[in-house]
C-alpha cells in the first residue's frame, strides 16, 4: 500500500454524488450489523432449542409420569389449560435468550464503541434506533411465530395420548400466534432497557428482574393490591395472550394484557429514544 | 472549513472546553496540539456532534455536523476511541457504514485495497493489531470520499512506517484542497506534518497560526557564532542591547579553531553587520530555531499566569511523554 495508490482510489471520482441515503438504507446497515456479530446468531439458535426442546421434555415427563405421587394436582392443570402447559417451561425459559439478545443489540453498541460510528454516520441518532427496532422486530416475528407454533404441535403431539388439543379449539390459535407476538415485544421490550442503561450487565439484571422477580415481589403484597399491580406488570400482562382460556382470576382479557405490556415498551422505547439524543455518546 | 464558536463543554463543575474559537482552513493540514487532557478529543466530539456543548456551535462547511446529508460523504473521522466492534470483521464494520451513506459495497473493497487489510479483511477485528485497527479506522474515514478529514492522534502507537503512511496521507489530502484538522501530544511529530497549529491548553485557546511562526516566536531564538575576536564581538552585542554567552572554547575535535558563542536579542543580519561595521571576522553565523517543543512550552507556560498550577504539570507531563 501506498499513498501513490490512494491517490487513485480518492480521486477516480468513484463515490455516487450526494443523493441522501433513505431508511431503506438504515434498514439494511441494521441488518448487516445484527447478521455480522456471531452472539446474535448464537442467542437466536440457543432461543429456538431451549424453547422447542424444553417444550418436548417437558410434554414428555408429563406423559410418562403420568401416574405419580404428585401426578393428580399437575394433571389436572394439564387438562384444565394444555396450552398453558405447552406454553409454560420452554417458553418461560425461551424468553430469557430473547431479553439478553435486545439488551445485547443496544449495550454492545456502547461496550464496543461502535456506537460512535453508528451515531457518526447517522448524527440524528434517533433513524438508527429506528431502524434497529424494524430488523429486530422483523427478525423476531419470524422466529417467534416458528417457535410459538413448532412448541404447540411438538407439545401437542406428545401430550396426544393424554389430553387431545387442536389449533382449531377456542383461543389456541390467538394463544399461540399471541405467543409469537409476545416474544417479540419482549425483544424489543428488552432493547429498549439496554438503551436505557447503556451497561450489558445492569440491563439484564434489569430486564430479568421485571419478567422474573417483580411478579414474586407484587404475590407478596396484600391480596387486592399484589393481585392488581400483578396484573398490569409487563411480563404478567404480556404473557396473558399465550393462554388459551381465561381465568376467572385474570383482571385483564388476553388482549387488554398485551396492549398493557405494549404500552410499557412504548414507554421505555420513547425514554430511550430522548436518553439517546440528548445523553453524550 | 470548520468552525469553532465560543465553544464550551463542562462535565460537572469540571471545564473541558473553555470558550475556544478558531476556524480551520481548507488546503493545509493543521495541526490541534495540546497535552493530554487539554481538551482537544472532547472538542472533536463536539464538532462531530457526538458531545453536546455546554454552550457554543461547531459547524463543517457552515452546518451543524448534525445537519449534514450523508455525514460520512463530507466529513470523516478517526478517533481515539475505539469504535469498531470486536467480533466484527472490517469488511462487514466498513459495509454497514457504506449502507448508511447509500454508497455501493464495491466502495468498502476500495478502502481495503487503500489501507492494505483486503487480506484480513473477513477476520475478526478483535483480533487485529494496533496498526491494523489504526487502519481500518482510516479506511472508515476516507470511505466517503469526504473534504472534511478530524484525526485524533492518529499516529499514537503505530511504527514509524504507519507514522510516515499516516503523515503522508494528510499532506496528500491537504494537497487536493480538503480540510484536515489532526490532533496530537507530539509536538515535534506535528513539526514536520502540520502547515497551520491550533494550540491549546486547559480547553482554551494559546495559539492559532502558521507553524513557522509559533516556531519563531519561541524565545529561545538565538545565533551561533565562532570567531576568533570573542571580546571585541561580545561588547558590540551588549552595546547593541543583546546578550552573548560563550559556549564553546574553540579547541574542540571538529577542526575549527574559533570559539562559540550564543547571541540572543540581536538578530543574525545585525551581529553580521555589527562585524562588518568593526571589521571583526566570523568563521560561522547561524540562526538557530527554536523547536516547536521549546516554543509549545513557552506558550502554554503563559498561559500559567491566569493562575493554572497544575496544567504546569500536565505541560511537563506532555513534554516528557515525547521522549
Known amino acids: ?281 | 472549513m470548520i468552525e469553532a464558536k465560543d465553544l464550551v463543554k463542562r462535565f460537572g463543575d469540571k471545564v473541558a472546553v473553555d470558550h475556544l474559537s478558531f476556524s480551520v482552513e481548507p488546503g493545509r493540514v493543521t495541526g490541534f496540539l495540546g497535552p493530554n487532557g487539554a481538551g482537544k478529543s472532547t472538542t472533536m466530539r463536539l464538532i462531530l456532534g457526538l458531545d453536546h456543548p455546554t454552550s457554543g456551535f461547531a459547524t463543517i462547511d457552515g452546518k451543524p455536523y448534525a445537519e449534514l446529508v450523508n455525514p460520512l460523504r463530507t466529513v470523516g473521522a478517526l478517533l481515539e476511541a475505539k469504535s469498531v466492534h470486536n467480533g466484527r470483521s472490517a469488511r462487514n464494520h466498513l459495509l454497514f457504514l457504506a449502507q448508511t451513506q447509500g454508497l455501493r459495497p464495491s466502495r468498502v473493497d476500495e478502502m481495503l485495497d487503500l489501507v492494505g487489510l483486503r487480506d484480513v479483511a473477513n477476520r475478526r477485528a478483535g483480533g487485529y493489531s494496533l496498526g491494523m485497527s489504526q487502519r481500518l479506522g482510516v479506511a472508515a474515514a476516507l470511505l466517503g470520499d469526504p473534504r472534511v478529514l478530524l484525526l485524533d492522534e492518529p499516529v499514537n502507537g503505530l511504527d514509524p512506517e504507519g507514522v510516515l503512511w499516516i503523515r503522508n496521507l494528510m499532506k496528500h489530502l491537504a494537497s487536493q484542497g480538503k480540510t484536515v484538522l489532526v490532533s496530537s501530544h507530539l509536538m515535534n511529530e506535528m513539526a514536520v506534518t502540520a502547515d497551520h497549529l491550533i494550540v491549546i491548553g486547559r480547553g482554551r485557546l494559546i495559539a492559532d497560526s502558521a507553524t513557522e511562526d509559533i516556531i519563531a516566536r519561541g524565545s529561545g531564538q538565538s545565533v551561533r557564532v565562532r570567531t576568533p575576536d570573542v571580546e571585541r564581538l561580545t561588547a558590540l552585542i551588549t552595546a547593541e542591547g543583546g546578550k552573548a554567552i560563550l559556549v564553546g572554547d574553540g579547541n574542540g575535535g571538529d577542526g575549527q579553531q574559533a570559539p562559540i558563542l550564543t547571541v540572543t536579542g540581536v538578530p543574525a543580519p545585525r551581529i553580521g553587520e555589527l562585524a562588518a561595521s568593526a571589521s571583526l571576522v566570523l568563521h560561522e553565523l547561524t540562526p538557530q530555531l527554536a523547536t516547536l517543543e521549546e516554543a509549545f512550552l513557552e506558550l502554554t507556560s503563559d498561559s500559567l499566569e491566569f493562575g493554572h498550577q497544575d496544567a504546569d504539570a500536565q505541560v511537563r507531563l506532555a513534554d516528557g511523554s515525547t521522549r
Not at chain 1, 94 to 100: D, R, W
Not at chain 1, 116 to 129: D, E, G, Y
Not at chain 1, 184 to 194: E, H, K, P, R, S
Open chain 1, 1 to 281: 500500500m501506498s499513498v501513490t495508490g490512494a491517490t487513485g482510489a480518492i480521486q477516480s471520482g468513484t463515490v455516487q454524488p450526494a443523493r441522501p441515503a433513505g431508511f431503506g438504507h438504515l434498514l439494511l446497515a441494521e441488518w448487516t450489523k445484527i447478521r455480522s456479530v456471531r452472539s446474535t446468531t448464537w442467542t437466536l439458535i440457543l432461543f429456538v432449542v431451549i424453547t422447542i426442546g424444553l417444550t418436548a421434555l417437558f410434554s414428555w415427563l408429563s406423559v410418562t409420569h403420568w401416574t405419580g405421587p404428585r401426578a393428580p394436582e399437575r394433571d389436572a392443570r394439564i387438562l384444565a389449560d394444555p396450552v398453558g402447559f405447552i406454553f409454560g417451561a420452554g417458553i418461560g425459559l425461551g424468553q430469557l435468550t430473547i431479553c439478553v439478545l435486545g439488551v445485547l443489540l443496544m449495550t454492545s453498541e456502547y461496550s464496543t464503541g461502535v456506537i460512535r460510528a453508528s451515531l457518526l454516520a447517522v448524527p440524528k441518532r434517533f433513524p438508527m434506533l429506528a431502524a434497529k427496532i424494524v430488523v429486530f422486530a422483523v427478525i423476531m416475528i419470524v422466529l417467534a411465530e416458528l417457535v410459538a407454533f413448532g412448541s404447540f404441535f411438538v407439545g401437542s403431539s406428545i401430550l396426544h395420548s393424554r389430553v387431545v388439543v387442536n389449533l382449531s379449539d377456542p383461543g389456541v390459535l390467538r394463544a399461540t400466534f399471541g405467543t409469537g407476538l409476545y416474544l417479540t415485544v419482549l425483544g424489543i421490550f428488552a432493547l429498549a432497557v439496554g438503551g436505557l442503561i447503556r451497561h450489558t450487565a445492569g440491563a439484564v439484571s434489569t430486564v430479568i428482574g421485571v419478567v422474573l422477580v417483580l411478579p414474586i415481589l407484587a404475590g407478596l403484597l396484600p391480596s387486592s393490591w399484589g393481585a392488581h399491580i400483578n396484573a398490569y406488570l409487563p411480563e404478567q400482562a404480556g404473557s396473558l395472550i399465550s393462554h388459551a382460556q381465561q381465568s376467572s382470576s385474570d383482571l385483564l382479557s388476553p388482549w387488554q394484557g398485551f396492549g398493557v405490556f405494549c404500552i410499557w415498551t412504548v414507554l421505555l422505547l420513547a425514554a430511550s429514544a430522548y436518553l439517546l439524543d440528548r445523553r453524550d455518546a
